[in-house]
């Protein structure tokens, strides 16, 4: 199996970052109005880093703009739980410097769905070269068709009116992963974390129960 500096293969720990990835996978969603110059960057088997926390929801209906990310995760903190007022949106947030897999570009006019897997770090080249079986299909396979299905039912539903609120559009409207320059950042992190940052990234790492060094990039030591 070929390794990426800093993601060395570990093949005594396939049943770890299978176990981080597989239990409790669900869908989350994120609508987006982007640019086909953004959405042009995501290509199926893409591997990416988001320095940034990612808020999504585990609802939506009929999507309200011209992509829809929706992200199968094991990890995405019921952050509602601790902030009622976020309850209306079914806000959930993936950690800063999450690990996400293009699973699938979906485009059907000028509407585009992407599909992201939420993997850990220490399973960037698991997951360049392999996939995990389930029974007759794998994983990847299972989750497009899910995708494709979900897509096509929600069609049929009314737009949530919470996910019409400005403050929810405001949250979920920069590409994930990309920075200014519609450039993916490197999967390493070449910052360290804000001291801002601290309180949260701790916390969702305890709601999720991401507790083990499977998930943890090396980050550079704060400035002094």
Not at 19 to 41: I, M
Not at 67 to 88: D, G, M, W
Not at 156 to 169: S, T
């Amino acid at each position: 199996m070929a390794s990426t500096p800093g993601t060395p293969p570990l093949p005594d720990r396939i049943d770890e970052i299978i176990n981080w990835t597989l239990p409790g996978l669900a869908f989350y969603y994120r609508d987006s109005n982007l640019s086909q110059a953004v959405l042009r960057q995501y290509r199926k088997g893409l591997i990416f880093r988001s320095p940034t926390f990612v808020d999504v929801s585990n609802f939506a209906g009929k999507p309200v703009s011209n992509c829809r990310f929706i992200i199968a995760s094991s990890k995405a903190a019921p952050l509602y739980q601790l902030n009622p007022a976020t309850e209306k949106w079914g806000m959930h947030t993936l950690n800063c410097n999450s690990i996400f897999k293009v699973v699938d570009v979906f485009e059907l006019g000028d509407f585009t769905q992407l599909l992201l897997l939420h993997i850990p770090y220490m399973g960037i080249a698991f997951f360049r070269n392999s996939s995990i079986d389930l029974g007759e299909q794998s994983l990847e396979d299972t989750l497009i068709a899910r995708a494709l299905a979900s897509l096509q039912e929600k069609a049929e539903m009314e737009i949530p009116m919470a996910l019409q609120d400005q403050e929810w559009i405001d949250r979920t409207q920069f590409p994930i992963g990309l920075d200014q320059h519609l450039d993916f950042f490197s999967l390493e992190p070449t910052e360290p974390l804000l001291p801002a940052a601290l309180p949260l990234y701790a916390a969702i790492r305890k709601l999720t129960q991401d507790l083990t060094d499977l998930n943890t990039p090396p980050l550079p030591p704060p400035h002094p």
